[in-house]
């Protein structure tokens, strides 16, 4: 049938519209619908976030657990994990160029859960993997501004110390993107970014995945293992257990020793000082 030109456009005016009709109708109750039932969740759990229905990376890993108030919501005990768990980490991107300041491991009276890196205030901030970002928050006496990301390969990172942040609270982000300027806010005792791998909670040595000296993983694949990945949870034990001496007038390293069962040596090993060290008065004595 031969149909005029006027009439076609009359008729292909008709369908787009009927078309646009039908597709409002079924888009417009779907909306509804999440959020209802978003809503009736969030009654039924109490549950005071957001986005509860949203996805959120390696959510099958994190239990579903999803909170921007705390670094550690888990509370999973290394010896829960699995003994060994392999972490795609090949679309890695090195956060700043810095050299490390400062490694992970014991310092004198906590543990540092991260690698240090230098930079210059004010220097850009890159995200070490595809991810979203999960805390966004500010300690004057520990991190400073700080970021945690978590990412789709199932670790999480933290920046800290920072003089600005440039994202927002659950941003997406790709790798390799700025999210901060570094600073020296919080305990810093000059620019630096403080970094943290973590998996679940727990804080894995970052040198243990990344070369920082050429500024790429050592492997595409990381093997987590609780020997090789956590052996570290001794010295924190050690740590916690730490016993400290304030020194006093007239003390000697051997006298502390004496009164405390211990011996010179000791002292010296757990205090990293030469047995002819020089005692200063209030002094924190580690002994044992
Ligand atoms: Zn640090």
Redesign the pocket.
Known sequence: MFISSKKSISLIFFLVTVCHINADNKAKPNIVAKRDTANIYKEMFNDSSDDLMENHPADDIYNNIWTCDRLNPYKIPVDSLPDTVRIDVKNFHLPVPGIIT?DFGPRKYRY?Y???LRLAVGDSVHVAFDGKVRIIDYEARGYGHYIVVRHNNGLETVY?HLSKVLVYLNQDVKGGDVIALGGNTGRSTGP?L?FETRYLGNAVNPANIINFNVGRVHNDMYEMTKRKSFYYQREVQALKAAKYYRVRKGDTLSQIAMRNGTSVKNLCRLNNIKSNKKLQLDQKIRIW
Request: net charge negative; proline share 0%.
């Open positions: 400062s540092h991260g690698t240090d800290a630096h403080h």
